[in-house]
């Protein structure tokens, strides 16, 4: 496990939000991926060197969870609460694509993000894991 990366999934029901960040904390991935494509999409990670995968502990967390250690039995599977995170990914949208023009003045609550914040939700249980484990997970030799 070389690259030390992270990878993060909101999961749905139909669809889940999968980020993956490196140990130095690079955005490799932020999408929304279908349900069914989940297992396919972790392993293209875990054949790159996943250390961690988190997994948000909301909706169909049991079943993601059961999935995953059935197939990747030796991989470091962590369920981390996500409570707030569609609030908080709808920030970090904002934050990484500013409204333009008259939508400057428009108070971002009543904003409709052009694209389904599920990336940003799982990105943000990454960064919860993190912060709740500390530097020495993005540095184990420090």
């Known amino acids: 496990m070389s690259d030390g990366r992270y990878v993060g999934i909101d999961p749905g029901t139909s669809k889940c939000g999968y980020a993956v960040l490196s140990s130095a904390g690079e955005r ?27 997994v948000g502990d909301a909706t169909r967390s049991r079943d993601v969870l059961t999935r995953l250690r059935a197939q990747w039995p030796e991989l470091r599977i962590e369920l981390v609460d996500e409570r707030n995170t569609s609030l908080q990914a709808r ?5 990484d694509h500013p409204p333009r023009g008259i939508l400057r003045f428009v ?36």
């Open 28 to 54: 490799l991935a932020l999408e929304v991926i279908l349900a069914e494509q989940l297992l396919a999409r972790v392993a293209v990670d875990v054949a790159a060197g996943v250390r961690v995968v988190c």
């Open 91 to 95: 920030r970090r949208y904002y934050q």
């Open 107 to 142: 108070p971002r609550g009543l904003l409709v993000p052009k694209t389904a914040l599920d990336g940003y939700a799982a990105l943000l249980i990454i960064e919860r894991f993190l912060s709740v484990r500390g530097q020495e997970e993005r540095d184990p030799s420090a």
